[in-house]
């Protein structure tokens, strides 16, 4: 009688444990200059914004969306696969926004794993046509919000000391992520502003880990090959180097893609 009571115990506890999820903020500015080919007869300041939140454990994602000055009323939403400036495949669709305010929300289950390597590197672009631009009206690509640290305005020690404190204020669970472990080995690594590092080295990449937007983008590291491949880095070849940009991450397009 006392294990059956113990066990029921036990089960009524797990029941309120919640799991705690990755999750990365992304963002798109709509407009009618991205799209391609180009909209015929669009109104001048026409455009939107659209704001996504994936969960890494489910691979689901969110979003969120605002039009506004259309030419019309939209009649479909995708997101596509392409670079900037380049009309690519549809892979997602998506809800269609009001006809009256401009704005719409949903949830996509279970994006693929190649989508998301897309979602996460500025692969993907949202976009909305109209009857007068079936095509397509206003596009903008899909990026990781900035992290809260960044290499772009901290020093080294001072974007190690960020991203150490970061992951600290992280929820236990949080921290045992595989993705957060490997943050916090490369991250101390990062060459961040520097200007010379030790020889006979070559530039390391580390992948983008944008879980909770810590950092975006991907870190270079000055290492020694064998160095690199122990920490699971990308080596660029002999002769490449961190200093003085990192070559890892390309810089940052006007909408904000690879910017970290």
């Not at 549809?90 to 719409?104: D, F, K, R, W």
């Not at 095509?135 to 150490?164: I, P």
């Not at 070849?237 to 003085?244: D, L, V």
């Amino acid at each position: 009688m006392m294990r059956m009571w113990i066990a029921a115990v036990v089960a009524l506890s797990l029941s309120f444990v919640t799991s705690v999820f990755a999750e990365i903020e992304l963002q798109a500015t709509l407009d009618a200059a991205q799209e391609v080919p180009a909209p015929q007869g669009t109104n001048p300041g026409e455009g939107g914004t659209a704001s996504f939140l994936f969960n890494d454990e489910d691979k689901s994602l969110q979003y969120d969306v605002n039009l506004h000055d259309l030419t019309s009323a939209p009649v479909l939403g995708h997101l596509h696969q392409a670079p900037i400036l380049v009309a690519g495949p549809v892979v997602i669709p998506l809800n269609v926004p009001s006809a009256a305010t401009g704005e719409v929300s949903g949830t996509i289950t279970g994006v693929p794993a190649d989508l998301v390597d897309a979602l996460l590197s500025g692969g993907l672009y949202i976009n909305f046509h109209t009857a007068a631009n079936p095509a397509g009206e206003v596009r903008g690509q899909v990026t990781v919000k900035k992290g809260s640290c960044s290499c772009l305005n901290l020093g080294a020690k001072a974007f190690k000391s960020c991203v150490k404190k970061a992951i600290k204020n992280l929820d236990k669970s949080e921290r045992k992520e595989e993705a957060i472990k490997l943050l916090a080995k490369h991250a101390p690594l990062a060459s961040c502003g520097k200007s010379s590092g030790p020889k006979k080295t070559i530039a390391c990449c580390f992948d983008n880990t944008p879980e909770h937007n810590i950092v975006t983008g991907k870190l270079c590291a000055a290492l020694t090959p064998k160095a690199c491949k122990k920490l699971k880095g990308a080596s660029l070849g002999a002769g490449s180097t961190c200093f003085p940009t990192n070559p890892c991450t390309p810089p940052a397009s006007a909408s904000g893609a690879f910017a970290f």
